[in-house]
């Protein structure tokens, strides 16, 4: 262990910060967007719906995220159709493929995550909304989705912070993010320790700042013990 | 007001709504009272289409109910229902519990409903909560939050579903005078309750029910001082201390 090389390191580690916290911030979205959708048909009535989310959620969260990097990034690409379509020129990049192959990892994740919170709102609060006449569209807007949203706030948190982590695989398909700029660093210099520690210490900075946010939030909007407890079965 | 035909509703296999018709006038203050497992809270729930039921009509302050209740948003608010539980949104604080229905369903401007929901409030003697959070109010005051969160709808029916056996004993007494002044105001009113005292003040005919049957409607005093049925006089006998 030397500490010229933590020195040294320290600036290389950093190039890839930017990147880091591209792909982390975009998957991290993405993939929230699409959770909702897919969290929805998750426990929706409909089997047209609910069969279809539930066989993506299977898939994905069923198979290595980086089998699935390399079937994106590697595997599309060898598609005729793929190459010919308009999403080539997104599906080429391996930063696009990076960031797709986490938003779809998270956002199955996160669906039942969603899926899960939405089947614990307590049925009176459907009940209540009925008896006042709202509609299925401001039932779901103004009611049930604020109380699962601010219900799964520490699930969301802890989901970036899972997002920041997965995204050190995308130094797999090329992309020089932290990992990435560590380990061509370690290739040059044979110090892996040293970097790599340097890089797991940036990890760590990261999520902490994540976490740091999501408290604030957390305290801002979340609810706690305001659940009124099912009612017990009556006549 | 409310038309019930030949009422049946079953559970899985339990048939626990047996045949119930049932007749209420404009105005008329009903009082659904027998043994838990009788079916009252099932039946006022099959009226305001929370509940699908097997069999029967149900027509309620001008609609006719469909049997899949598939057109229950349509009584869009003009049946208030105050459930055992609050079910209070615990998101929103007073005032937007009570102007969201108005604001989405009756389309009113947000000004508009909010200066209706203090008048509410105001006459609820709850004007100084109106910001505050479901959580932070005591169960009474939470039902009666509900409730103004029903009347401001301008229900042409309430039903009200055990709305104090959730509550802690000395929070009933300020929910069922809510109740009792409501009553003066001409509301039609059905009232699923174990509380004798309030159904003998209040009630203009009491309906008990046993097994999923009507097997009673009389006026308070009849019903009190002249059971006919056996299951009536027993039921009276079990929770009688509560009558005075």
Not at chain 1, 64 to 77: N, R, W
């Amino acid at each position: 262990m030397s500490p010229d090389i933590f020195i040294k390191a320290t600036p290389i580690v950093l190039q890839g910060l930017q990147l880091t916290l591209i792909i982390t911030i975009c998957s991290f979205v993405l993939g929230q967007i699409l959770a909702l959708p897919l969290g929805l048909a998750r426990q929706a009535n409909s089997p047209l719906l609910r069969w279809p989310a539930a066989t993506y959620t299977f898939l994905i969260r069923g198979s290595p995220l980086l089998v699935q990097l390399f079937i994106i990034y590697y595997g599309l690409g060898q598609i005729p159709a793929v190459r010919n379509s308009i999403l080539w020129p997104i599906l080429r990049e391996p930063l696009y493929c990076g960031i797709i192959a986490i938003a779809l990892n998270s956002a199955a994740y996160m669906a039942e995550v969603v899926a899960g919170a939405l089947k614990r709102v307590p049925k009176g609060q459907t009940e209540a909304c009925i008896s006042l006449g709202i509609s299925r569209r401001h039932r779901f807007t103004d009611v049930l989705l604020p109380q699962v949203y601010r219900e799964l706030l520490p699930n969301i948190g802890n989901e970036i912070i899972l997002v920041l982590k997965s995204s050190s695989l995308a130094s797999a398909i090329t992309i020089m993010e932290i990992t990435g700029v560590a380990r061509a660093f370690t290739a040059r210099t044979f110090a892996p320790f040293e970097v790599f520690i340097t890089a797991g210490i940036l990890y760590l900075a990261i999520g902490f700042a994540f976490t740091f946010l999501f408290r604030l939030l957390e305290r801002r909007y979340g609810i706690t013990g305001t659940r009124t407890p099912a009612p017990e079965a009556s006549a | 007001m409310i038309k019930v035909r030949n009422l049946v509703k079953y559970y899985g296999p339990t048939k626990v709504l047996d045949g119930i018709s049932l007749d209420v006038e404009k105005g008329e203050r009903i009082v659904l009272c027998g043994p838990s497992g009788s079916g009252k809270s099932t039946l006022v729930r099959c009226i305001n289409g929370l509940e699908q039921r097997s069999a029967g009509d149900i027509e309620i302050a001008g609609h006719v109910l469909k049997a899949d209740c598939s057109n229950v948003l349509d009584l869009g608010g003009d049946v208030g229902m105050v459930f055992q539980q609050f079910n209070l949104f615990p998101h929103m604080n007073v005032l937007d519990n009570l102007t969201l229905a108005m604001r989405r369903v009756r389309r009113a401007p947000r000004s508009e409903a909010e200066a209706q929901a203090m008048a509410m409030l105001e006459r609820m003697q709850l004007g100084a909560r109106a910001k505050a959070y479901p959580r932070e109010l005591s169960g009474g005051q939470q039902q009666r939050v509900a409730i103004a969160r029903a009347l401001c709808m301008k229900p042409k029916v309430m039903l009200f579903d055990e709305p104090t056996s959730a509550l802690d004993p000395e929070m009933v007494q300020e929910v069922l005078d809510v109740m009792t002044a409501l009553s003066r105001e001409g509301l039609t009113m059905i009232v699923v309750t174990h509380e004798m005292g309030f159904a003998r003040n209040v009630a203009d005919r009491i309906v008990f029910m046993d097994g999923g049957v009507i097997l009673e409607e009389a006026a308070p005093d009849a019903f009190f001082d002249h059971p006919q049925h056996n299951r009536t006089r027993e039921f009276l006998r079990q929770i009688g201390p509560r009558t005075h």
